[in-house]
């Protein structure tokens, strides 16, 4: 499995960007997709992700309301959009994949360090 993403850049306080993530080698009807995000000098947060399970889709408060993900219709390309953006959100997005075996209950799609396939990370920088 392979992810590429993509959509980063420089915006103004108040913008939006659309993020993706390109994966290949696997299907979304497999595997859960999550995006994360490291601001500098700092850890991975997790932000959102999409399970193969059910297709629910999960927000972290610090995005809730400013972002929505979604996926293609081949079901090849997750995206992240985000409104309303806030220096605050200035980090490198990163998208991750796992297919999720012998994982149980829904903690574990939070977590950075359950997920094996990881993307090459985006930067999205916002200036106030």
């Known amino acids: 499995v392979q992810l590429q993403a993509s959509g980063g850049g420089l915006v103004q306080a108040g913008g939006s960007l659309r993020l993706s993530c390109a994966v290949k080698?696997?299907?979304?009807?497999?595997?859960?997709v999550a995006w994360f995000r490291q601001p500098p000098d700092l850890g991975r947060y997790w932000i959102s992700n999409i399970r193969s399970s059910d297709g629910r889709i999960d927000y972290a408060d610090s995005i809730k309301g400013r972002a929505t993900m979604s996926t293609n219709a081949a079901r090849t390309t997750v995206f992240l959009e985000m409104r309303d953006l806030k220096p605050g959100d200035t980090a490198v997005y990163y998208c991750a994949a796992d297919f999720g075996t012998a994982k149980y209950g829904t903690a574990w799609y939070s977590r950075a360090g359950e997920y094996l396939y990881w993307g090459q990370g985006t930067q999205v920088t916002v200036s106030s």
């Open positions: 080698g696997g299907s979304l009807d497999d595997l859960s």
